[in-house]
């Protein structure tokens, strides 16, 4: 473990950057945990991790967690509660932080399996609604998630800590044109649903689900594009009795991942 004491190191340096750019993480190609939990999972699940940092404090209160993410790090650093702080993302941080590569995205979507259950994300913007997407669909047996242009990434600091590492855990897909990868995934006998809060949708409840299903869910404000409504053969909505016009889109994609699976589950 090399000691670290002053703020302005270099690698401390680096892992501020990658903390609060996108851009930084896009440009490097790395992602940046914080939080005992989530670093363990990361090293668990495989990922690359090419620097560890902790705090002495850390060191005694998570000797299991730091013992097993050191073991896979190139490289692991002792720092100051100052530098802890510097780097930290949250509010009271546990002083553990890796850098590590980011996981694989398959723009590849003709891998879905025909018989697999899958949500696709349209441009929704806020990472910790695509972090607690990613945890619900872990938690429910998702196939995978499939993310579009638009979205927030999935690993960016917020959306790993809302998403408790599921985004390691499960197979995550990109496309930047989804309405023609729902119709191909039409062509091979899938069933691309649209989630719409409109008039004329079938009642999500009523549906019966069979085995290769793709959920669209849209954007916070705006829903789904009407080129990607268009290319979904089938929209459903959910049945809402109460006052309030619209759901949270994670909460609407928990209940909508719920009714793809529980035939299944």
């Not at 990434?153 to 800590?161: E, T």
């Not at 954007?219 to 809402?240: F, V």
């Amino acid at each position: 473990m090399i000691k670290i004491t002053s703020k302005e190191n270099p690698a401390v340096r680096r892992a501020v950057r990658l903390m609060n750019s996108a851009r930084e993480r896009r440009k490097t190609g790395l992602i940046i945990c914080e939080g005992a939990r989530l670093c363990g999972d990361a090293a668990e699940s495989g990922v690359e991790i090419e620097e560890l940092f902790c705090t002495a404090r850390a060191m005694e209160k998570y000797p299991d967690y730091i013992e097993k993410i050191a073991g896979s790090a190139g490289a692991a650093y002792e720092i100051s509660e100052e530098s802890a702080e510097k780097i930290s993302d949250t509010e009271s941080t546990q002083g553990v932080f890796i850098v590590g590569k980011a996981p694989r995205v398959s723009d590849d979507l003709s891998r879905l399996k025909t018989t697999g259950q899958y949500v696709l994300l349209e441009n929704l913007q806020d990472p910790s609604n695509v972090g607690a997407i990613f945890r619900t669909a872990e938690a429910f047996g998702i196939d995978g998630v499939i993310l579009t242009e638009g979205c927030a990434s999935c690993f960016s600091p917020k959306a790993m800590r809302a998403g408790m590492g599921a985004m390691f855990r499960i197979p995550v897909f990109f496309t930047d044109d989804a309405p023609s990868e729902m119709k191909k995934a039409t062509e091979r006998n899938m069933r691309p649903m649209a989630a719409v809060p409109r008039g004329g949708a079938a009642d999500v409840t009523g549906i019966r689900f069979f085995k290769g299903a793709v959920m669209c869910v849209g954007n916070e404000g705006n829903g789904l594009s009407e080129e990607l409504i268009m290319a979904c053969p089938e929209k459903i909505t959910i049945p809402m009795s109460g006052r309030a016009e619209s759901l949270n889109a994670a909460t609407a994609a928990a209940i909508l991942m719920w009714e793809m699976v529980r035939g299944y589950v």
